[in-house]
């Protein structure tokens, strides 16, 4: 009872291997019909899932919760079918939906660029040039919301247990290949197996459940399965939610018990603009996992209000998503929202957006605020069980040395109204790098503690022979001198060093 997942670039013949399986194997799993499925579970039409599912990252307005919903569903189908079955799935990264489960064979099926031009120009009519920009449009999509969605290379081997080319192997022979390897018992199912898949679909099934139910589809949810117990993590921001959530999932079958939680606090993150590039998003989003903590950004603008977005706080009807876009209310439809439902796209913080989407694919997307420089920090509540506030790159507009005057203003400004420790983007940075600088230091350092302890353990008698048995004032003197320096110097040093291990082990 195989599970098979395939990957493939457009017209590389990914399809033709999934259907082949298919009639090796009896089954009638396909791409449509697992879409057709979710779909149905979100009452949405499949055209409109489809085209949610490959518009990348930029495109689609506050896609998180919705990529979240669309996932969900797509992933509680393939659970079903496996369970029931033999399962033969090609799609959009195909090999990530099923996490964890040791009997999926994940294969990528790749092909010369020239072969599938040419199969671009036979199933679409295009010409040379045409299918040809057609092709690598279509693989940077998909490249680009696999990234989005998983943060990884979609085209990086190692992702995948088989890589079959189709431009001189047979779609047949290749099918074969990928049978035998399913035969191995590497790929049997076991009960471990079964178990996981039933952890994935209950999971799945109750994040459906919370997102299209209206009293908590406009909430972000951390969901967890481990033998029938459901868990349950909401946003701090969110915690009035929390006696609804048992409401919501009632209905559910397999829970055998139920946890509901929240976060445990926030961090917050302020800056002129945000990125999700690294080092500066990793360092925000290592300490939010660290810590079990939601992000809260606040984007700062000019006083005069030039560049606010219709991001207000004062309206907490409104998604965080719709007031960091600075969109105008939009239809839902099953707890997935669609471009094409929607009025024409006004200026929007795209940045800011992306942000709380790579926040939220980890959930850890807290509140999202526009705030004028001068309300800052007063429209902040210091009752918010902040951790850390995170002052990023601020006043930019501004010259450099009032740039970095306003910083300490606002540096200070926050840590007395909040009572929180606040640090610069670049202090955070500095604290948890760990690079070949901070190693090598570490390496001298634990170097000289080993040698003085060597030289302490090994000569113990000469140590104290010479701090104690001086019978002059000037050597008494000189052996006070000499632990004056050296017992700061070696607390320094041995302090240096339990520094650097605790960053390489994440202990904060």
């Not at 072969?115 to 036979?122: G, K, S, T, V």
């Not at 680009?144 to 192997?169: K, S």
């Amino acid at each position: 009872m195989p599970i098979v997942t395939i990957s493939r670039g457009t017209f590389s013949g990914g399809r033709m291997l999934a259907e082949e399986l298919c009639r090796k194997l009896g089954c009638a799993c396909t791409e449509s019909e697992v879409l057709g499925d979710a779909a149905r579970r979100l009452d949405v039409p499949v055209a409109r899932l489809k085209a949610a599912m490959v518009k990348a990252q930029g495109v689609v307005r506050g896609f998180g919760r919705e990529r979240a919903m669309y996932l969900a569903a797509i992933t509680a189908d393939l659970c079903e079918r496996s369970l029931a079955g033999d399962l033969v799935y090609h799609g959009h990264a195909a090999h990530l939906l099923l996490p964890g489960v040791s009997e999926v064979v994940r294969v990528r099926v790749v092909a010369d660029e020239q072969y599938r031009i040419q199969a671009a120009m036979q199933r679409t009519k295009l010409s040379w040039a045409e299918a040809k920009k057609y092709v690598r449009s279509v693989d940077l999509d998909r490249a680009r919301w696999v990234d989005f969605l998983y943060g990884r290379d979609w085209t990086d081997p190692t992702n995948y247990d088989v890589v079959v080319n189709l431009e001189h192997l047979s779609v047949s022979n290749a099918a074969m290949v990928v049978l035998a390897t399913a035969e191995l018992p590497e790929f049997k199912k076991t009960p471990a197996s079964v178990r996981m898949l039933q952890d994935i679909l209950l999971a799945s099934r109750a994040r459906v459940r919370l997102g299209t139910d209206p009293r908590t589809s406009q909430a972000d949810f951390q969901v967890k399965a481990q033998r029938g117990t459901l868990t349950v993590k909401v946003m701090p921001r969110q915690a009035s939610l929390v006696p609804l959530i048992p409401e919501v999932l009632a209905p559910l079958e397999g829970v055998q018990d139920l946890h509901c939680s929240i976060a445990t606090t926030s961090i917050l993150w302020m800056a002129d603009a945000f990125t999700t590039t690294p080092p500066v998003f990793g360092r925000v989003q290592e300490i939010a996992e660290r810590w079990d903590a939601a992000v809260e950004l606040v984007k700062l603008v000019p006083d005069d209000g030039s560049g606010v977005s219709a991001l207000d706080e004062n309206e907490p009807s409104a998604s965080a998503d719709s007031r960091a876009a600075g969109s105008a209310p939009k239809e839902e439809n099953g707890g997935v929202l669609f471009d094409a439902d929607l009025p024409a796209e006004p200026a929007q913080d795209t940045e800011m957006t992306a942000t709380l989407d790579a926040l939220r694919s980890t959930g850890r997307a807290g509140q999202a605020r526009t705030l004028p420089a001068s309300r800052v920090p007063a429209a902040l509540d210091p009752a918010t069980e902040y951790s850390l506030v995170v002052v990023g790159d601020v006043f930019r507009s501004s010259a450099e040395g009032a740039r970095a005057r306003k910083r300490r203003e606002l540096t200070a400004a926050l840590s007395d109204h909040l009572g929180v420790p606040v640090v610069e983007m670049e202090e955070l940075y500095h604290r948890l790098a760990v690079g070949p600088r901070q190693l090598l230091g570490s390496f001298f350092a634990i170097a000289l503690v080993a040698l003085t302890y060597f030289m302490v353990f090994t000569h113990e008698h000469a140590v104290l022979a010479f701090l104690t048995g001086g019978a002059t004032t000037g050597h008494r003197v000189l052996a006070v001198a000499v632990l004056a320096v050296s017992v700061p110097l070696f607390a320094f040093t041995y302090g240096a060093c339990i520094h650097t291990v605790a960053r390489l082990l994440h202990f904060d």
